[in-house]
């Protein structure tokens, strides 16, 4: 079998993949908790029947060879928008991860977004304006998603890290679309240096990579087949330093919190020193006339 062939078959799998995760997704109602990701499986299963068709239609030179243009902008106006939407589904889930701490929750999805525009201005202030509109229209989209891909890796570590302080299981959905997304990100990462490297291994980096996309669907199948444990209550000490950054991080932020100012030591020894002359003037009127 060609490395075409096996590519070919292996992309019609993802599609049946998607596919079948689509409709467990939508049928236990999951897009309620997670609607970044709905609309992200919406565009993957509306957009692949549309580039496989016109990509079909470029060796049949249909539609007076407009093929090739039509399949150029969807394929990457799908590309940018994924981009875009696997940041949202990256917010989800880490608001998710962090439901039982508000505060935390809060100021952790600001922190997110300013990391992500800061990510953006440094990939997109990089790239050449002296290459034609395809090249550059790439460039972008390809600068965009590593910079997502790289918030979809440092989220997958924090939940690796701190899955027992937030009492997070390891089959809880919020944890495999993680690693499902980590998984996908890795592979990108390891298919850009090695095609750096060599070039004429393109092909089967590319078998590798479908592959643990085949696997990271495979495994949302899973999670979304089986159910969901419920997840347990974090009980924390009083004294716990976690429940003193979620109080500190729900302080912050909110306008109408009052504040109690602490006086200065010179400041209370003027207030005694003039509440006891009132006191010894009330006692001795008549020295004081």
């Known amino acids: 079998m060609s490395s075409q062939t096996a590519m070919t078959l292996m ?30 499986l919406a565009l ?14 470029q060796t049949r030179h249909w539609f007076n060879d ?40 809060r100021l952790g999805t600001l922190a997110f977004r ?43 570590a924090f939940l690796c890290l701190s899955m027992n302080a937030l009492r997070l299981s390891a089959r809880s959905m919020t944890f495999g679309i993680a690693l499902g997304f980590g998984l996908m990100s890795s592979s990108d990462f390891v298919l850009a240096a090695f095609w750096s490297h060599n070039a ?12 643990l996309v085949l696997v990271s669907l495979g495994m949302w199948v899973t999670y979304c ?3 969901e444990p419920v997840r347990q209550p974090v009980l924390l000490p009083l004294n716990s330093t976690l429940l003193r950054w979620n109080e500190i991080a729900s302080a912050l932020g909110h306008t109408g919190t009052q504040v109690a100012v602490q006086q200065s030591a010179g400041g209370f020894f003027l207030t005694d020193a003039e509440r006891t002359v009132e006191e010894l003037l009330a006692q001795n009127p008549q020295s004081h006339e």
């Open 11 to 40: 992309c019609m799998m993802e599609f049946a993949l998607w596919a079948v995760f689509g409709f467990l997704f939508w049928t236990k109602k999951l897009h309620r908790r997670f609607p970044a990701l709905g609309i992200y």
């Open 44 to 57: 993957r299963l509306a957009s692949m029947p549309v580039l496989l068709f016109f990509y079909f239609g």
């Open 66 to 105: 407009y093929c090739s243009l039509i399949y150029f902008l969807v394929y990457w106006s799908a590309y940018i928008a994924s981009a875009v939407l696997l940041f949202f589904i990256c917010v989800e889930v880490f608001r998710s991860a962090l439901s039982a701490f508000f505060g935390l929750q």
């Open 114 to 156: 300013w990391a992500a525009l800061v990510s953006v201005i440094l990939s997109l202030s990089t790239f050449s304006l002296e290459h034609s509109r395809a090249l550059i229209i790439a460039d972008v989209a390809f600068r965009l998603m590593r910079s997502v891909s790289i918030l979809e890796l440092c989220l997958l």
């Open 200 to 211: 004429s291994l393109s092909d089967a980096f590319q078998l590798v990579t479908e592959s």
């Open 225 to 227: 087949a089986l159910p």
